[in-house]
């Protein structure tokens, strides 16, 4: 992958917490993945699902696997700043 385009794929990784690719070889696949985050907001893992390309499409997938992501991040102690805020006027 050429440098230029690794660059706005990961910047659309970043901006959407998700990624999504197709390929063509050895078989025709569609992976979609989300970062896992620990307590500290440091990417530890990824959460990955392939399919058989035309069987289910990525944007359909892509809710599931980024709200799985997020579950399995929120049990590893992550927050982001919106929860944070939510759980501290609760408190208060």
């Not at 794929?9 to 970043?14: A, E, G, K, N």
């Not at 959460?47 to 892509?62: E, F, M, R």
Request: glycine share 6%; charged share 20%.
């Amino acid at each position: 992958m050429p440098e230029g385009q690794l660059r706005r794929t990961l910047s659309d990784v970043h901006r959407t917490g998700i990624a999504m690719i197709r390929r063509s070889a050895p078989s025709l696949t569609v992976s979609v993945a989300a970062p896992i985050f620990d307590a500290q907001g440091t990417a530890v893992a990824a959460l990955s699902i392939v399919v058989p390309d035309g069987t289910t499409p990525a944007n359909v997938l892509a809710p599931a696997v980024r709200a799985t992501a997020r579950a399995v991040s929120r049990n590893l102690g992550f927050r982001t700043a919106l929860e944070d805020d939510v759980r501290a006027h609760s408190e208060g």
